[in-house]
Structure formats: C-alpha cells, structure tokens
C-alpha cells in the first residue's frame, strides 16, 4: 500500500517540536516547523527563564532516546545544559533546516481548496502569509502563555516603584539584591525563585500560596528519587484506569492493606526528613491521592531557608497593594513588598484554533478531549505532540511523535474508529472525574505518575513486539529507561511515505 508523502506542519520548536519534525521527517513526509522564538529549545532558551533553573528530572529520564545528555552533565542538569542538549539533538539529526524561526503561528482554519488539511497564517519578517498542509502537528507546550493576575492598587503600585512580574520574566535575579520580595505561588517556580531571590541578596521574602501540597526532594532518605518512585511497582499502586473486571478488583482489595502502609511510609519520611510539621507544611490529602503532574521536586535549599526563619511563609493570597509599597494578604497580614513575582502558572490552550474546534477540544469544566493524549476524532487531519505533562516529558514527546505519524498514515497497527477513540475519552474523563481528582490537573494533560501503562499502550498501538525489558526484575523496579524504549520502537513495523 502507498502511504501519500504529506506536507506537515510543526508548530513549536521546543523539545515536542524537535520530536514531532524528526518523527514526520524520518517516515518521509514534508516538514515545515514554525518558532515564534528566535531559537529552539521552548522553555529551555535561556530569555524565557531564571538564570537558576535545573531539571526536575534526573537526566537519563529526560532524554531521546538515541541521544543521551553527555556524561559530564550532572544528574539534574542547569537550564543552559538543557538547552545545548536539544540543539545537539537538532544537530544530530539537521532538523535545523526544516524550521522557521521567529515565525509566529496566528490561527488555523480548514483548508478553503476543499483538500484534507488546515491553511496555517504566519506572521514573519513584519509580513503576515498563508500556507496549506495536509497535517498539522500542534507541538506549543503547557508552559508557554503565562497566566495574568493583576489585584487592586497595583498602577500606583507600579508608578510608586514596586515592581509586579510573572515567573517567567524573573531572567535577572539581581532585581532582588537589597528588596523585600513577596513571591505569590507554592509550585515549583515559586519556591526555585524565593530561593534565587534570597541567594541574591533579598532583604525580605514571604511566599504566599494558597495550601499544602506533597513536594519530593531529590534524595528521599538519601535515596535518588528516581529509585524510589519511578517504576512500575510503585505506579501499579496508584488508581490507575481501565481496571475493571472481577480479578483485578479482588486483586486490589487484597494489596490495598499494603499499598496504604506503603504510602503511610513514604509520607511519614517526608515529614520526617523536611520538617514538615514544623513549618505547618503537612497536606491534606494522603499522597498517593494527590501525585500528578504538578508535584513540585523540592527546591535546594528552600527548607533550610524555612528553618532560618529567612522564607516566610504564608498560607493565602494577595489582596491589594497598599501605599508606600505594601502588600495586603488575604489573611490580614501587611507585609512589605518592593517586588512582586506571580509564580502562578501558566494558561492552556490552543489559541490559533478556530473556536468551534475549540468547543470541541474543551469540556465546560475545562477538561480535554483527547485520545492517548494525541488526537481528538473531531479534529481532523492534526494532532498534539506535548500538550501534556509528565515526569520524563522528552521520552513521552518522542513516543507520542512517533505514534501520530503512524496514526496520520492510517499505519497504527491499531488505527482506532472515531467511535472506539470517543468511547476511550470518555472512560478517562469519568476517571478523572469521579476516580482519580489528581488527574485533572493542567486539564486532564498529564501521564504522570502513569508513564508506564501510557507508555505500553502507545508502543501496543503502534505494533511494537516489545514494550518491556526482558529482565521482570528491572522492568518492575527501574525507571523508564530511554535506551530501553528506542530498542522497543525499533520493534515496530516500518514503513516509508512516498
Ligand atoms: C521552568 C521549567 C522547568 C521544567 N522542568 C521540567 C523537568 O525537569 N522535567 C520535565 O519532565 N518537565 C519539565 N518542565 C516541563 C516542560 O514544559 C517540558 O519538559 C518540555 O520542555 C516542554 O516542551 P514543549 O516543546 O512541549 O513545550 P515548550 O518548551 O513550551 O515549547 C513550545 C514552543 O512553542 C512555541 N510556540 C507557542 N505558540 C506558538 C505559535 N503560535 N507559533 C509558533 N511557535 C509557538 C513557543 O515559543 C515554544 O518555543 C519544565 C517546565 C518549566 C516551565
Ligand atoms: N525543572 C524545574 O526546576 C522547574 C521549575 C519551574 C517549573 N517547572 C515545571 O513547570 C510547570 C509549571 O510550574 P509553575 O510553578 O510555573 O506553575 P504551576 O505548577 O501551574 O503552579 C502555579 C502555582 O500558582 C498557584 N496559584 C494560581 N493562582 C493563584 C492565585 N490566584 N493565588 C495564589 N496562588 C495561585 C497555584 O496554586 P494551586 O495549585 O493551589 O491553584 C500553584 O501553586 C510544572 O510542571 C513544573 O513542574 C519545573
């Protein structure tokens, strides 16, 4: 059977979109990548983040496949490495010529020439154009939009000399030196920043967040985290989905004893190991209900800097800014505040699709609809490449590349229906729902703490004759291995496009 040669389009140029061109690119189809940055590297290109910023992963979970981070990088690896890492990617494997940089995509709409395909408007050079394709692969990450809060008082605020930024504009910490910060946020970028903020010279910082939540350190009980956490053993004990049926239900009935004691456990260490009860810091929700995508690994040095009384912590929000650079929290307090930086996430979406499509992407609760978190059978001849999250997001964007262009061929060796891929999305979002809350974080885009069973059932669907390593002992208590998976790929049919 002849697979028709497409024209596709890449719209991203971070770690998903150098996924997405080399998968397209490698099966023989025509690739055009757009960036609207002046680089490659998404939240890696070191204008879009602090100057301190370091993987939350250990660098052999947050790699491609056939190209390791070199040796001499440390286990978690500063931003700049990150970012020199992909361009060695793109290097290896000359995806540089099938981009567009600084080339901005401002909307798709069905193709008016009644072909298959989406016409893309680019926006480049002061120039606005056209073009049409036969598939578009959306690869523009989570993290790209930041999300903008803005509290009463904050112009005069602002004309008084306070300063307001989001995370992501914090690129010069030296904005600290000699300032009271308040950083309002309990993530990760909250808690990277306060620290940053503090090891600069800041004369004051309080973190204001809204509630507790579970945070991993690197070392669990001197243990690299990537041991403990990260294997099939340990996910099988979360609720993931599809288990049904009268064998695993009394399966679970009978570990469930164990599961709970193991959990008990690992939250009785954490306590133990980061003060937590200390610093008012213990969540509500027992962890194995709360692991998701936006767990947040603990910053180095942040409980130290809570010990020495020096990060001040808040449980709230901001109210208003007050006179002579003051800030009102939602608790009443009054705290000082030269700077103010709204740690506070970023907004989802798809901006450049026309809203009708839109309306059937997103649920009113503002959950997705998306199959293996790829495609919607509503959305014809396109599909996403990392509008998702998960704790080794280089691996699950080579996979799930890998896997739509198998699906936009039409050569999955399991090409699902329309009605089989609505009936699965479905199922995930009643799980998400009404089983596992967690899930729906960053609207139901996550795979985390699930890699594995994620893992298995796009490696099944493309026809791989293996998805785990032979040695049952490695496979259940090693983490997601990504020399393994490029050897598990390899076992998937070929063919080429022409
Ligand atoms: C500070 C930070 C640290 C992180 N650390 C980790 C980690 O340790 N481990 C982990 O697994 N994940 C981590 N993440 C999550 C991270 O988002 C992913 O790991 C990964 O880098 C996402 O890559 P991406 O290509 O999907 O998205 P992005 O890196 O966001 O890239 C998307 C690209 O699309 C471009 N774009 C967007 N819209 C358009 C448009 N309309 N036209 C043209 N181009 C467009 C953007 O400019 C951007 O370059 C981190 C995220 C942040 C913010
Ligand atoms: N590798 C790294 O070192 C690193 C560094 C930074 C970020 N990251 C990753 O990047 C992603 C984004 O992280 P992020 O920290 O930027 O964003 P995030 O995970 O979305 O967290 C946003 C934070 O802002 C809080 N928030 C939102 N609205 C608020 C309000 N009105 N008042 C008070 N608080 C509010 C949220 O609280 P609620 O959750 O309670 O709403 C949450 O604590 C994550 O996947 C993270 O792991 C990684």
Known sequence: MTIKRKKVAVIGGGVSGLAAAKAFDDKGHRVSGFERSHDFGGVWEPSRSYPDVQTQSPKDLYCFTDHPMPDDYPEWPKGPQVHAYLH???????????????????SMDRRGDGQAGWTLTLDAEGQTRTEDFDFVAVCTGQFSDKKVLTYPGQDDFVAAG????????????????????VVLGG????????????EKGAKSVHLVYLENVWRVPYFVGGINFKRLLYMRAQEVQFNGWGRRGPVKRALGALTQPLIWANFRGLETLLKLQLGLKKYNMVPKAPIEKEVSC????????????LKTGRIKPVIGTFERYEEGRQLRLTTGDLVACDVAIL????KLGVPFLPRDYQ????????????????????????????????????????????WLVRYADGQLAKQPTAKAMNENIE????????????AKTYGGLCSAPFHFQHFDELLQDMGARKWKRSNPLAEQFG??????????LATTPEYRAN
């Open 88 to 106: 060695s990617y793109a290097d290896k494997h000359g995806l540089a010529r099938l981009f567009r940089l600084n080339t901005n995509v401002r």
């Open 162 to 181: 306070g300063q307001v930024m989001h995370s992501s504009e914090y690129t010069d910490s030296s904005i600290s030196e000699g300032k009271d910060v």
């Open 187 to 198: 993530s990760k970028s909250a808690t990277d920043i306060a620290v940053s903020a503090l």
């Open 294 to 305: 936006s767990v947040p690994i603990v910053t180095p040095g942040f409980f130290e800097l």
């Open 343 to 346: 740690a506070v996430g970023w």
């Open 359 to 402: 309306d059937k992407l997103i649920e009113s609760d503002g959950q997705y609809r998306v199959y293996r978190l790829a495609v919607n059978p509503e959305l014809p001849d396109m599909g996403f490449v990392g509008f998702n999250s998960s704790f080794c997001t280089v691996l699950s964007a080579e996979l799930i590349a890998n």
């Open 427 to 438: 199922m995930m979002l009643d799980w998400k729902r009404n089983q596992r809350p967690a």
């Open 479 to 488: 983490h997601p291995d990504a020399k393994a998976y490029g050897a598990f």
